[in-house]
């Protein structure tokens, strides 16, 4: 395993270097004269020139890069051209939404996809089974942006049961946090709770068509027991990995989702960046997200390799 | 969101040849496929002939109908302005489907030649071209495409060049991996042997074997292109206003929840098409796949 974790972290290493490169070069390849974006159009020449040598646009490509990456890996993102706040303190409030955001919807979609699929295999081919096949087939196709006006509409506009949008730390008001939480995890959770049923049914059919079912129930091993224990463990591999896949595309979805249900995170930060033309924000956003879904994939792995035996280290 | 669910672990095996009409009728076969394709002909058809389609003009105000419900007159209702909504979800899938084909053939054509040339050059060019995909491929392809647009400013062209990006890297290793099971093959070392170029190999013998996979291939990944474009466009970074876009018209209804058509109307435009390019994309997988029948 020590081995297998090395071997996946050095792996990793040429993907972080083009992944911050790509990151690094939205500056470099910035139409026109970069200081321009960055300090704005009221700067004298004096202040551009000053910044140019700063930022070392003076200096060859792979200088600045190296210079770049340094002052980032010493906790130096720079600051904000419109508010003046360091970076460095803008990711420590927004991470925490994002962090929420994601990991609840994660909890949600497994809470939702696994014992609907678990259900749907066990009721194979019947009416059950045909119902939630069709939620989960619908799911997988509805845009995840509409999904959220939708739920907006029924569960705060018609019902009234949830507020619309807006943010509470956790650590202030808990309930109130989760109260305005559910939406944008049903909402980013939708797909991946989806794809986790499909994946659920088809791993748990397959898994229930092995010998060692049937040698289980010969043994007179309750049908709980069974299902649990013999036919779900076997199943939970192909699971983990979906959940592994989609990680990305759940990340993508959490842009949306905060500017749909205000929540001050990662993505708000993105988009705010991109309109403000403030990039030193913009780009620490980008890189956190990135790393943070390289993270979740190698976690998969690991846990993958871990729950799997026999997957070779 | 949900396109991405393709591309997973893509099992795609080179067409055999001569399987056109073969696979036409399989396709024919699919009830699903072939209802994907029938709503996407008349999506094409009328954003081509929009203006006689459209029952009025898209950007005209109605001031005296201001967000009207669904009605005789306006059949899907009017928007926050008093505009048309049917004439505007019209007019919009012309930059929509503007943008996801656009963005798919570029992807197409860089990602297939890139990984025809890496796969049969081989050597540093092909680890630096797979290791350059790697980091590409790291990033959720939406953050992607934000970081392109950040940088060239939002505009249809940007769009959809920055929704090619994303697919690029996919298509490249798809390609290459089929040329590399394909250079040891007994008629690419033939022509090798009797001196054909690096280009004519590439061109006559290589590309002809992957062609079909790589159609299906795009075939699969327009609906997750649909579904990028709306998300640009609902971020406020596609098509400038007063330009309809459907992603743009959605955002829209966020401040107006409880006119329900101004939401419900966009959004079922977008779910239905990308429902049929996923139906299109899963029965050409189907009819050309001829191992699984």
């Known amino acids: ?313 | 969101m949900s396109g991405i669910a393709a591309t997973g672990a893509i099992t795609l095996r080179p067409a055999v040849a001569g399987t056109g009409g073969r696979a036409l009728r399989r396709f024919l076969q699919q009830r699903m496929a072939v209802a994907g394709a029938v709503f996407l002909v008349l999506l094409v058809l009328g954003a081509i002939f929009a203006p006689w389609v459209a029952p009025h003009d898209p950007e005209e105000v109605f001031w005296d109908a201001v967000r009207t419900p669904p009605s005789a007159e306006f059949w899907l209702g009017t928007d926050e302005i008093g505009r048309d909504i049917v004439s505007r979800l019209i007019f919009g899938a012309r930059v929509s489907l503007q943008i996801v084909f656009g963005a798919i053939a570029i992807a197409l054509g860089v990602g297939a030649t890139i990984g025809l040339v890496s796969g049969h050059v081989g050597g540093w060019l092909d680890d630096i071209v797979m290791r350059v995909a790697d980091g590409l491929q790291a990033f959720p392809s939406l953050i992607l495409a934000l970081a392109v647009v950040a940088v060239l400013g939002p505009s249809v062209t940007n769009a959809m060049l920055a929704i090619a990006l994303t697919n690029i890297p996919e298509f490249a290793r798809l390609v290459r991996g089929q040329v590399l099971l394909l250079r040891e093959q007994d008629y690419v070392q033939a022509a090798r042997a009797i001196g054909a170029s690096d280009l004519r190999i590439m061109a006559y013998h290589l590309w002809p074997s992957v062609v079909g996979s790589v159609v299906v291939y795009a075939s699969l990944r327009t609906s997750g292109a649909l579904l990028a474009e709306s998300s640009l466009a609902f971020l406020g970074l596609g098509a400038a206003p007063p330009t309809p876009s459907w992603g743009q018209m959605l955002a829209t209804s966020l401040s107006y929840l409880s006119d329900w058509w101004i939401g419900v109307f966009p959004g079922l435009t977008i779910f239905v098409a990308v429902l049929a390019f996923n139906f299109i994309g899963d029965g050409m997988r189907d009819a050309f796949d001829t191992r699984s029948r």
């Not at chain 1, 720079?78 to 927004?94: C, D, F, I, K, N």
């Not at chain 1, 994002?98 to 996809?113: H, K, Q, Y």
């Open chain 1, 1 to 313: 395993m020590g081995r297998y974790v090395l071997r996946r972290l050095l792996h990793l290493l040429p993907i972080l270097f083009v992944v911050s490169f790509v990151v690094f070069a939205m500056l470099l390849l910035l139409p026109g004269d970069p200081t321009l974006t960055l300090l704005g159009d009221q700067a004298t020449q004096a202040q551009r020139a000053a910044l140019r040598h700063a930022m070392g646009f003076d200096q060859s490509i792979p200088v600045q890069y190296l210079r770049w990456l340094l002052r980032l890996l010493s906790g130096d993102f720079g600051r904000s051209l419109r508010t003046q706040e360091p970076v460095g303190e803008m990711l420590a409030t927004r991470v925490p939404v994002t962090l929420e955001l994601t990991v609840l919807s994660m909890v949600l979609s497994v809470a939702i996809g696994l014992p609907l699929g678990i259900v749907a295999s066990l009721r194979r081919g019947r009416p059950t089974d045909v119902a939630i096949r069709v939620i989960g087939t619908s799911g997988i196709a509805l845009p995840h942006f509409w999904a959220g006006i939708l739920l907006i509409m029924l569960l705060s506009v018609r019902l009234g049961w949830l507020p619309p949008s807006g943010y509470v730390p956790i650590w202030v008001d808990p309930v109130a946090n989760l109260r305005l939480m559910i939406m944008p995890c049903l909402m980013l959770g939708l797909s991946l709770s989806a794809l986790i049923l499909r994946q659920t049914r088809a791993a748990m059919l397959q898994a229930l068509s092995e010998d060692y079912i049937r040698t289980a129930r010969a043994k007179g091993a309750s049908a709980l027991r069974v299902v649990i224990r013999h036919a779900l463990r076997n199943a939970l591999i192909p699971i983990v990995s979906v959940i592994g896949l989609q990680f990305g595309a759940l990340i993508g979805g959490v842009v949306i989702t905060e500017m749909i249900f205000s929540l001050p995170g990662l993505g708000r930060m993105i988009i705010e960046g991109i309109f403000n033309r403030d990039f030193a924000p913009l780009q620490a956003a980008i890189l956190f997200v990135v790393i943070g879904t390289m993270t979740v994939n190698l976690l998969t792995d690991l846990t993958y390799a871990a729950l799997d035996k026999r997957v070779q280290l």
